[in-house]
C-alpha cells in the first residue's frame, strides 16, 4: 500500500511508484489536517499550516505523455472510524457569527452521529489529480490538473478522466471526506483518513482542457476559477467542445442542448474562500455518445 505524503501537484515530486497502464493501487490517505488534530479541544488554529492537504503519491504511469488522458476508475473508498470537521477563520458566509471550533465525529455502521442526529455517510475523495507541467499548485488549490475539486460526486464507482501534462501523469489523491454537501459551507467536510483504490488507464492521444467526471448517468466537465462568471465559462466551453468534437454537432447546437439537458452545479464554493470555486456541469449520457473513448 502507498502511503508516502506530499504537499504539492508538481513535475518535481518523485514517483512513490511506478505501474503500467492497467494497474490497479491501493493508497492510505491522511485526512486533510495531515491527521494532526487528535480531540475536539484542539483548534485548527494551533494546527501546522505547513503540512496540510497532503496527497499520497505520486505514481508514476508507464506510457502516459503529454497529450493523452489518465483514465481513473474509484474501485473504492473505506474510511477510518472518526473524522474532524471545523469552522475556519474568515471562511465561508457565516464566519463572523460563528467561533473557531472542532468537532470529532464518530462513525459506526457507515451512519455518522452530530450531536442527537445521525446521518449515512458517502465517502468521497477531495484532492486527486495529476501533476501540472508549468507550475507547482499546492494540493489545497485546484486547477485543470484536478487538485482540491472537492466534488461530491468524486466517490466509488465513479471514473475522472485527466488531461495529462507530464511524463508518467504522476498521479495522487487524498483528502477523503466522509460526507460532504454542495459547496461545502463552512470550508469542511466531515475531514478522516482512509483507503483508497484506483485503476489507472492511459488512454493515447485525446485532448482534454479539464478533468472529466463519469457517473453512472451523466458525463460532467469540471473547472474552476476565482469568481463564478470565469468558472462557468471554462466549465461551459470544455464541455461544448467535447459535445462538438463527439456529437459532430456545431458550437451553437451544443449550447442550445447544453442549456436545456445540462446541470451546472457547485463543487466548492465557500467564499469568501483563498480557494478558487469549483463547478461541475452534467449532460446525460447517450448510448453510443461517449465524450470519451476508453
Ligand atoms: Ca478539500
Ligand atoms: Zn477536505
Not at 466534488?151 to 485527466?162: E, P, R, S, V, W
Not at 483504490?197 to 472529466?212: A, D, N
Not at 462538438?244 to 467564499?271: F, H, N, P
Request: include cysteine; aromatic fraction near 8%; glycine fraction near 8%.
Amino acid at each position: 500500500m502507498i502511503d508516502q505524503v506530499v504537499y504539492t501537484f508538481s513535475a518535481k515530486n518523485a514517483p512513490t511508484e511506478t505501474v503500467s497502464s492497467g494497474a490497479t493501487v491501493v493508497l492510505r490517505t491522511m485526512d486533510c489536517f495531515s491527521n494532526q488534530i487528535k480531540s475536539s479541544d484542539q483548534l485548527v488554529t494551533s494546527i501546522d499550516f505547513d503540512h496540510i492537504n497532503p496527497a499520497t503519491g505520486p505514481v508514476y504511469v508507464e506510457s502516459a505523455m503529454p497529450g493523452d488522458v489518465l483514465k481513473v476508475e474509484i474501485l473504492d473508498v473505506t474510511v477510518d472510524s472518526a473524522g474532524t470537521t471545523t469552522t475556519l477563520p474568515d471562511n465561508g458566509p457565516l464566519f463572523e457569527n460563528v467561533e473557531t471550533r472542532t468537532k470529532i465525529i464518530r462513525i459506526k455502521d457507515n451512519i455518522a452521529s452530530f450531536n442527537d442526529v445521525t446521518f449515512p455517510i458517502d465517502p468521497m475523495i477531495g484532492v486527486i489529480g495529476v501533476a501540472p507541467c508549468d507550475k507547482e499548485v499546492p494540493c489545497g488549490y485546484p486547477g485543470n490538473h484536478g487538485g482540491n475539486m472537492d466534488n461530491h460526486l468524486i466517490k466509488k464507482g465513479a471514473t475522472l478522466y485527466f488531461p495529462v501534462q507530464v511524463e508518467g501523469a504522476l498521479f495522487q489523491c487524498g483528502d477523503i471526506h466522509a460526507v460532504m454537501g454542495d459547496c461545502e459551507l463552512c470550508g469542511t467536510g466531515l475531514e478522516i483518513a482512509g483507503i483508497i483504490t484506483v485503476k489507472l488507464t492511459v488512454i493515447k492521444e485525446f485532448k482534454l482542457g479539464w478533468p472529466l467526471l463519469e457517473t453512472a448517468d451523466k458525463w460532467f466537465s469540471i473547472a474552476s476559477a476565482p469568481d463564478y462568471n470565469t468558472a462557468l465559462k471554462n466549465v461551459s466551453l470544455e464541455m461544448q467542445d467535447l459535445i462538438c468534437r463527439t456529437y459532430g454537432w456545431d458550437k451553437t447546437d451544443a449550447y442550445l442542448y447544453m442549456s436545456i439537458q445540462g446541470d451546472v452545479e457547485i463543487c466548492q464554493a465557500c467564499q469568501p474562500c483563498l480557494v478558487d470555486m469549483i463547478l461541475r456541469l452534467g449532460i446525460p449520457k447517450q448510448d453510443g455518445r461517449p465524450l470519451i473513448q476508453s
